[in-house]
């Protein structure tokens, strides 16, 4: 978010203080509409701000659902974005009074389906003002806007976890939208939170732990390995995204 004076504030769920440290790029143009778009209607997802980890893990289902997508979610990955700071810049969003959308959130999650023989992957984030779902070019072009500039220090962390298995073992009992005198830091969502399978109450921490140490270094098969069979999935870089998408297809 925006003052006046053009300071970004980080939109945390724990915190919020302000930053400088992010240059602004050159003007975008408007967001490519999506050839074919998905007819489904977006407001009948199920939208609470601050808690996008849930959003994404019901979208997922929803589009299991209602044909969107391969009904065990096996098309569908669930991506988080974080750092060590805490502090990642993203464009094109709600959230942001800016007239570039320009947010600092401590973390998002978004959701890539990965679509085999098309020309394009899709990203579904139900917090973008671009088109949902949005081409995986056009989401990180203008959504994520690589950095190049040796000044920006928020470069972004990827964990990518495939759906079935974070449907599985996501659990979150929202503890993390508390403060100290335990009052919320923002509305819960009206249903109950979600547990995993194997009854774990709570497990976010290990989706939003990035050390950047831990970024995948081996080779592509044991990356394609990693993310349909760890629990959290494999943490890649800022660079490798587009990349590992595109391998998936081989």
């Given amino acids: 978010m925006a003052d006046g004076d053009g300071l970004l504030e980080i939109q945390g769920r724990k915190r919020t203080t302000q930053a400088a440290s992010v240059s602004l790029p050159a003007p975008i143009p408007s967001p490519s509409m999506v ?22 893990y019901l979208l997922c289902k929803k589009l299991c659902g209602v044909g969107a997508a391969d009904p065990m979610g096996a098309d569908l990955f669930v991506v988080f974005i974080s750092n060590e700071e805490k502090m990642v810049p993203l464009w094109h969003q709600k959230a942001s009074i800016r007239n570039d959308g320009l947010v600092l959130w401590d973390y998002h999650v978004i959701c890539i389906q990965s679509r085999r023989g098309k020309l394009f992957d899709l990203v579904w984030d139900l917090d973008s003002s671009l088109p949902i779902p949005s081409p995986i070019n056009v989401y990180f072009s203008e959504a994520i806007q690589p950095m190049y500039s040796p000044n920006l220090v928020n470069s972004r962390l990827f964990r990518v976890v495939h759906a079935p298995v974070f449907l599985r073992c996501f659990a979150s009992d929202r503890s993390h939208m508390k403060d100290d005198l335990g009052n919320w830091l923002a509305l819960p969502p009206k249903y109950e939170p979600i547990t995993s399978e194997d009854g774990t109450k709570n497990n976010l921490d290990k989706y939003i732990h990035m050390p950047a140490a831990d970024v995948w270094a081996a080779n592509i098969q044991d990356l394609v390995h990693g993310v349909f069979s760890n629990e959290c999935g494999v943490l890649v870089g800022e660079t490798m995204l587009e990349w590992f998408f595109s391998q998936i297809h081989q």
């Avoid at 609470?48 to 849930?54: A, D, H, K, Q, S």
Wanted: charged share 15%; proline share 9%.
């Fill in 35 to 56: 050839p074919g778009a998905s007819s489904l209607d977006i407001f009948s997802f199920t939208h609470t701000p601050n808690y996008c980890e849930e959003n994404v």
